[in-house]
């Protein structure tokens, strides 16, 4: 049986504090073992809609952006030592203005302050209890990188700005250019992968179309938006923008207001929508290679610095990735769960690599602070580190040269091998996010 994942219903907040999740995380280590090997893979914080749909007509203007407090300043580099490359979509978005000033898919003044949250929180965890990190920061303690948008970016300073107060900085980061990025499934640099995408975002609207609870769920939905009858929901683009409104306490229509029963069940049904994607089901046929081309390089990096550390290599205690709902929904499903409900905002995963005291090694995983059993993986709450490697590792990890053979679209598919990489599929955008476009 597979464990179902429920978190905060409808993508709101993930809040990390003084309270149950973060006290029953800091009790789960036995005495006498040793932490080796932090990596953290969060969602950025609360941001304004991406989608332009559902929220014009109810939100005269977007006024939560602004600096909430100074962020700690990042050099941001790519890998070969460059200054931070343009990214032309995360340009875009930051040039489509909003009533009100915000930009779209900025990250808000409550983004800036749940990232300082979460940032705080593992200074207390990593700190205060665990004594694994340094009072202050040093240069090869700590390694941090971040997708090329601007509210992962914001997101990671808040962050670092939480675990190191009175860091001046800067704090040197990693990022790549959107082509080359790892954390998320990449269509623009994977043939295969936007070949699989779009057979399979056609599968899922075929599905929706022939199943009369998802319209009836439609049908419903529009009625309680007050919207002109025969209108065809955008599941994700409804659900994107009811969920900035919620957090952003916008206000929404009372028809949907008043219906949380509602609410859940537009999340259900975009997580469906999404994950049928991204990290399709069993059933496909295609989710290991759908996991595989989407998230392989990431795991393989996520392993290349365990390897590093058993091996002694290792130059960094702990690691962050700044990225998205797309990067941890498929990282998820790669764990074993089930996920039913959307990650909220600020979300996160953390990796964490413990030796006992006789020398083995095991992995504990923690999402928004509390643990995340491995049952499923490996009969156990934690997983032996062999064990892991074999069960989610081994599987799923591609490397670069591997990842270039197995994006090439053979004759065997349905495109000529060299075929030009779109990045949008007709009906569906998808990358460090993804909406459904307007017919």
Same mark, same amino acid.
């Given at each position: ?120 929180? #593992?200074? @207390? ?5 665990? !004594?694994?990190? $340094? /009072?202050? +920061?040093?240069?090869?303690?700590? =390694? ?44 623009r640099s994977c043939a295969r992968l936007k070949e699989l995408v779009g057979g399979l975002h056609a599968e899922a ?11 009836? #769920?439609? @049908? ?5 938006? !007050?919207?002109? $009858? /025969?209108? +065809?929901?955008?599941?994700?683009? =409804? ?155 081994a599987p799923l990890q591609l490397d670069s040269a591997t990842y270039a053979e197995e994006c090439v679209v053979h ?29």
């Amino acid at each position: 049986m597979r464990w179902r994942l429920a978190a905060v219903c409808g993508g709101g907040l993930a809040l990390l504090g003084g309270g149950a999740a973060s006290s029953l995380a800091e009790a789960q280590h036995p005495a006498g073992d040793t932490l080796e090997l932090v990596q953290v893979v969060f969602r950025h914080g609360a941001r304004t809609p991406l989608s332009q749909k559902y929220w014009p007509e109810l939100v005269r203007e977007w006024d939560a952006c602004g600096q909430a407090y100074t962020p700690v300043p990042l050099d941001i580099r790519t890998e070969d030592g460059q200054p931070r490359p343009a990214n032309p979509d995360d340009v875009k978005q930051v040039e489509t203005r909003f009533p009100g000033g915000c930009s779209k898919g900025e990250l808000t003044r409550l983004g800036q302050r749940q990232a300082l949250a979460f940032g705080r929180w #593992l200074r @207390r965890r990593y700190v205060d209890n665990l !004594g694994f990190l $340094p /009072g202050d +920061r040093k240069q090869d303690t700590l =390694l941090p990188r971040t997708t090329n948008y601007a509210r992962t970016v914001a997101t990671l300073a808040g962050v670092l700005t939480g675990l190191y107060p009175g860091d001046e900085g800067p704090v040197p980061a990693l990022t790549t250019p959107e082509m080359d990025e790892v954390l998320y499934a990449n269509v623009r640099s994977c043939a295969r992968l936007k070949e699989l995408v779009g057979g399979l975002h056609a599968e899922a609207r075929a599905s929706a179309k022939g199943d009369e609870g998802v319209q009836a #769920l439609g @049908r419903e939905l529009a009625a309680a938006m !007050g919207l002109p $009858p /025969g209108h +065809r929901v955008s599941w994700l683009n =409804l659900h994107d923008a009811l969920t900035s409104m919620q957090a952003h306490d916008k206000p929404i229509p009372e028809g949907v207001r008043s219906r949380p029963d509602l609410l859940l069940a537009l999340d259900r049904q975009a997580v469906t929508s999404f994950l049928h994607v991204v990290a399709p089901p069993h059933s496909t046929g295609r989710q290991e290679e759908v996991l595989r081309l989407g998230m392989g390089r990431m795991l393989r990096m996520l392993e290349e610095r365990m390897e590093e550390t058993v091996a002694g290599t290792a130059r960094h205690r702990m690691l962050l990735y700044s990225g998205h709902d797309s990067t941890l929904m498929p990282l998820l499903v790669a764990l074993g769960k089930e996920v039913e409900t959307w990650p909220a905002y600020m979300s996160n995963l953390v990796f964490e690599n413990w030796r006992r005291g006789d020398g083995q090694r095991y992995v504990k995983v923690l999402y928004n602070g509390e643990a995340l059993g491995l049952q499923e993986l490996c009969g156990t709450p934690e997983c032996p580190l062999q064990d892991f490697r074999r069960a989610v590792m081994a599987p799923l990890q591609l490397d670069s040269a591997t990842y270039a053979e197995e994006c090439v679209v053979h004759p065997k598919h349905t495109g000529p091998a060299g075929t030009r990489v779109e990045t949008r599929q007709r009906g569906v955008s998808i990358g460090s996010s993804m909406q459904e476009e307007d017919e």
